[in-house]
């Protein structure tokens, strides 16, 4: 059976709108990728009312499982841990071998910076309190965290510090005591990730194929310029799932552009590696957005050399060597100028691959010719050229360039699939 | 009396994790700035059952406004409407002006592209159906918004997509079935924004100052290497909150660097303007975000002539004018370079300031004598310089970037305000 989980997510900094949540986002990810079923994610402030209020709410939800968010630090508003130990039923007791951890750490770095490490004492008493019986999870940071069960139904309690909470989670799915709720047998999984292919026509196709009437359990999703297509199933529905692929692969065609989940800049890396090819780009309204995508990816200095961004036509013209009389002919937002930005920049810093972009995001700048949302995209290679003119209308300047950018990386994506191979 | 909120987000991609979602935070901004208290932010997938069991929760807590986001496409798994008119217990009516309104967005885009308008036909019913006596919202994509009330308590329906929420949201606060939600005397508030202080230091200087003592209600909160001291106070506390603000302000001195909500890089555009100096951009690990962050402020091509990504040492030599010693002696990631490469873009680009950044993000290339963090920020205008060198430890590539960028906009600035104003 499929188990079910609830996130709680605290902090009054979340709840006033100053700290954007990534936790639940992290955990919703992580949740379907091990087969459980995430029913509800509920965000509450610091109160220790509210949160004990919000965790009986989804413990009477039925879910195997809660993770918590937020609330370990050493201070007073940090309340998670007394939170979870009242609706346990357990006390709040001191764990010696957890307060020798923190002691060390916090040791070690009061030594560091030649501080009193008498200033951390209490927080360290603090942060080594748990509900009695529960199980410690070591500190990433200096905030441990916990696993405790009430009637069979399991809380995990995880720091906020979005990078400490992804490293302690790593702990959690192989976790002794939460064996009946990870070690199941996941539903299998399989996703196609399609671009250019509108949702409506994929959604369309999957109905001609007789949609999820073998059992499979199929989410069209569409997010960021590409849709997902997540089929689900269970080990009766292997066949039925391996035929709705086929039958899907069939009718979108190169509109599948990949079949795992990394992220689109590694699959241009990828294909930058494979082709022996290093890359520049050359960006004006994206302004460096399509670098810093690439650069997302650990090791991309093997094939990214850099890039120059032109926001002012004097460094289009100079840095990038677009003619003037091109500029004047056609203006800085066309197919000519972007595929000038695109050899240019290749010539400017030596790279393989040039990939451009010039447009208007707006809100200003639009013309009844060269309205908001007009956006050239160049890719070249020799003299091999991947373009397209898109018309983003005005979606906002956010997005406009949003989109950009994922239009400019399928562009080098699409173009490298016509150079051979180097291995 | 302080008005209390709730918002429900829906959405089976965000709680597969396929999405992020950004409307609640975007909700919990705006009602903080309306002077109301959001108490919970609840997600569900679009199960209506599901739905409904949350609003009878919200609703429960005893709030005045709830409001949702999402599930108002026109596909059968957009049911929040639906949630809505049984929770207040309505029935589901067809409103003809919205529908006529919807046909006439839907007929010119079917137009516009050649369709055929039947296909719409059966979509636009279901969306202009709402429940019995609700007032409608105007659509700005193609769904239309819902306010309809229980038993006093508000329920405002909005869409999913985070501009359409935005636009829509825009025009809840003055309406007049909300009179009573918004039309109370919020609260006063002031923020101080501290950019180098420790938090720490901050929540001693407050306590030393009395705290809030005098009826304030203050709220110290980190993110993005500043800290935000967000003062908030009812009628009887004005003069209070006036005392405090002038201590904090005379206690820290220049670490406050603004009070108002204007984002960083306005700040750094406003400055640039008012010196009337022009801005290049030279990163190494950052890979052109700064530029990025520069160019989100709409007119920001007034001031930001563009700048080079030199994510290879051979566009640090050539592009930016490194000189190959200098690589040779001090190595790229120094505070040497990072000074080469603010004159260089400069020079390059013919700007007035210029601003770089030079480090090593990780997980690799870090060294004992160079490790994973270690970043070199520098702006340079004239001949004056404004350096620093960073160790940020391994706290991961994203922070490691984002953090260095954020140095840098505060390198830009700090170094503006010795510049004479043109004005």
New interface residues.
């Given amino acids: 059976v499929t188990k079910r989980a609830a996130v709680l997510?605290t902090g009054?900094?979340?709840?006033?709108?100053?700290?954007?949540?990534?936790n639940?986002?992290?955990?919703?990810?992580?949740?379907?990728r091990h087969g459980l079923v995430?029913?509800?994610?509920?965000?509450?402030?610091d109160d220790e009312a509210?949160m004990r209020d919000?965790l009986e709410?989804l413990l009477a939800l039925g879910v195997d499982l809660v993770v918590t968010s937020g609330g370990l630090g050493p201070t007073h508003d940090d309340r998670t841990v007394a939170a979870v130990a009242a609706v346990t039923g357990r006390r709040l007791v001191l764990d010696e071998p957890t307060l020798a951890q923190i002691d060390a750490i916090t040791g070690a770095f009061a030594a560091s910076r030649g501080l009193d490490h008498e200033l951390w004492r209490e927080g360290n008493r603090k942060q080594a309190t748990v509900p009695e019986g529960a199980a410690v999870l070591p500190p990433v940071g200096t905030a441990p965290g916990v696993v405790v069960e009430r009637s069979g139904q399991h809380i995990v309690v995880l720091p906020g510090p979005p990078?400490e909470l992804a490293a302690m989670w790593a702990t959690v799915p192989g976790h002794p005591l939460l064996r009946d709720v990870f070690g199941g047998d996941a539903p299998g999984r399989h996703v196609l990730r399609v671009f250019g292919v509108p949702e409506s026509s994929i959604a369309n196709v999957f109905e001609e194929l007789g949609g999820d009437a073998g059992g499979t359990e199929t989410?069209i999703?569409a997010?960021r310029m590409e849709i997902?297509v997540?089929v689900r199933y269970g080990p009766q529905a292997a066949g039925a799932a391996d035929r709705l692929l086929e039958g899907l692969r069939e009718r979108l065609g190169s509109g599948v552009y990949a079949e795992d989940e990394r992220r689109l800049e590694e699959h241009v890396i990828d294909g930058l590696r494979a082709a022996g090819c290093t890359l520049a780009?050359a960006?004006s309204?994206?302004?460096?957005?399509?670098?810093?995508r690439?650069?997302?990816v650990?090791?991309?200095?093997d094939v990214?050399?850099?890039?120059?961004?032109?926001?002012?036509n004097?460094?289009k013209l100079?840095?990038l060597g677009v003619p003037d009389a091109l500029l004047r002919e056609h203006g800085a937002v066309s197919a000519e100028c972007a595929r000038a930005m695109a050899d240019g920049v290749r010539r400017?810093?030596?790279a393989d691959v040039g990939v451009a972009i010039t447009g208007i995001a707006?809100?200003?700048g639009g013309t009844p010719d060269k309205p908001v949302g007009l956006v050239y995209v160049c890719a070249t290679v020799g003299d091999d050229v991947e373009a397209t003119e898109h018309r983003f209308g005005d979606?906002?300047?956010?997005?406009i360039?949003e989109w950009s950018v994922t239009s400019a990386l399928h562009h080098v994506r699409r173009l490298l699939q016509r150079v051979p191979s180097r291995a």
């Fill in positions: 997510v009054t900094e979340i709840l006033i709108g100053r700290v954007q949540d990534r639940s986002g992290y955990l919703a990810r992580e949740l379907e995430l029913e509800r994610v509920v965000a509450v402030d509210a919000a709410g990078s989410t999703c997010a997902e997540l780009t960006e309204c994206t302004a460096g957005l399509v670098a810093a690439v650069a997302n650990p090791g991309a200095s990214l050399l850099g890039g120059i961004v032109a926001y002012a004097e460094v100079q840095a400017a810093l030596q707006g809100p200003g979606g906002g300047r956010d997005n360039r």
